[in-house]
């Protein structure tokens, strides 16, 4: 083994999936998730990404060179607003600019986001003033003034994760370390039930028909990870790779019936 990479949330789904995929390309994976107990990595470090010290000791066990690092770990829609933006965006933070220095020349940084950030653009003032409060502390004292719902802050925390990505480029390119993200649709993990429950079926039906008729496989999934860090993805930087199987022009169309959208006058009119 010549990589050593991090993965969080290896205990299920995609971060399963993508410390599986990396094993058996000869990656020695460094596992962190609040549950489990590390089978299928190389080393296990349990942690919570709603307390940074819990974050810094996990961390600090880590003693070897790296050389990526997978940001997998997070909450879906069906937790408290709070709790999600603590998971979802905090804790990635701090563990990513934790590690950031870290990393080797030639490494990169995965975020894993969602097809619900895509409408970053529309909110980038409110992420840029979230991403303006550099601390745990900080952030946190925002997200207690600008009160969410979960389903909402699900939403909001994978935009906050894109745009993070973004700056990630610019900040970590010098040192030869790349930055990026990748928005998963929905996916055959044991969080999808949740998102049934917040999003409801009627819409994530639609997508899946509009995918091809099902949802993805974690697997799906962590092949564009590992490719993302790979040297053939070394001129990708601070893009998001949106892995959903075609959904995404139901949102972007405003599709109401996707089993029809199977010409040009579907999308553009006739």
């Known amino acids: 083994m010549n990589r050593t990479i991090v993965v969080t949330g290896t205990n299920s789904g995609i971060g399963k999936a993508t410390a599986t995929l990396l094993r058996e390309r000869n990656v020695r994976i460094i596992g962190l998730d609040a549950n489990?107990?590390?089978?299928g990595v190389d080393e296990f470090h349990r942690f919570d990404l709603t307390d940074p010290a819990s974050i810094d000791a996990a961390l600090a066990a880590i003693d070897e060179p790296l050389h990526g690092l997978v940001n997998v770990a997070g909450l879906p829609g069906s937790h408290d607003g709070e709790a999600v933006m603590r998971v979802n965006v905090l804790g990635l933070r701090h563990v990513t600019e934790s590690l950031m220095g870290r990393l080797q020349p030639s490494s990169a940084m995965i975020h894993v986001a969602s097809d619900a950030g895509h409408g970053w653009r529309e909110r980038l003032d409110l992420i840029r003033d979230l991403l303006r409060q550099r601390t745990y502390g900080a952030g946190l004292a925002w997200v207690r003034d600008h009160p969410m719902t979960g389903p909402d802050a699900y939403d909001?925390?994978?935009?906050?994760?894109?745009?993070?990505?973004?700056?990630?480029?610019?900040?970590?390119?010098?040192?030869?370390?790349?930055?990026?993200?990748?928005s998963p649709g929905a996916v055959e993990t044991p969080l999808l039930r949740h998102f049934y429950d917040t999003m409801g079926a009627e819409l994530l039906d639609r997508l899946k028909a509009q995918s091809g008729g099902r949802n993805a496989h974690p697997e799906d999934v962590a092949r564009v990870v590992a490719f993302a860090l790979s040297e053939d993805a070394a001129w990708i930087n601070g893009s998001d790779i949106v892995v959903d199987g075609g959904a995404g022009p139901a949102f972007h169309f405003g599709l109401t019936d996707v089993t029809a959208a199977d010409s040009p006058e579907a999308f553009f009119g006739a």
Do not use: C, W
């Not at 489990?36 to 089978?39: I, M, T």
């Open 36 to 39: 489990g107990d590390g089978a």
């Open 156 to 182: 909001f925390s994978k935009e906050v994760v894109i745009v993070y990505a973004m700056a990630g480029s610019m900040l970590a390119r010098p040192h030869g370390v790349r930055s990026l993200s990748v």
